[in-house]
């Protein structure tokens, strides 16, 4: 059942925002879980949250305004939504930014600790120990 001359009907659009609601309280709950970092973790679950602030304007937008009727509300709806979108967009950058330094941080750790080892492991003692004598002395013994 079509409200006036909106785009699609509600029918449609409703039900989809409702998946599409439980889809996304099911990821942040499910990231709740996981051991993530907590930098990028916070800016996605303000992500998710802009994602469901913007399903009632685009659900409103889409089936319940009609452009000839009321112009003001289907501006600031449309508005609204593609502001939220671009913030959406906006913090999926960030948090891009944010999950690349931490895994370059966590690389070179990782380089380093890797060198360390390698260079430990490669050196070689400039004087036999006494230990080293004991056990040549004793293994010749037997």
């Known amino acids: 059942m079509m409200i006036a001359s909106a785009h699609l009907d509600p029918l449609l659009t409703v039900p989809a925002a409702i998946v ?7 990821y942040w709950r499910r990231m709740g ?6 930098g990028p973790r916070l ?13 009632p304007a685009f ?3 889409l089936s319940f305004l009609d452009p000839a009727h009321d112009k003001r509300a289907y501006l600031v709806t449309w508005t609204t939504a593609i502001f939220l979108t671009l913030l959406i967009a906006f913090t999926a950058m960030l948090d891009a930014w944010l999950s690349m330094r931490a895994h370059r941080g966590e690389l070179d750790r990782n380089i380093k600790s890797t060198r360390a080892d390698i260079m430990h492991a490669v050196q070689k003692p400039k004087h036999p120990t006494p230990n080293d004598e004991s056990d040549v002395a004793g293994s010749e013994a037997k």
């Open 20 to 26: 599409l609601a439980l889809v996304i309280v099911g």
């Open 33 to 38: 879980r996981t051991e993530s970092i907590p």
């Open 43 to 55: 800016i996605r679950k303000a992500s998710l949250t802009l994602m469901l602030l913007s399903m």
């Open 59 to 61: 659900v409103r937008g």
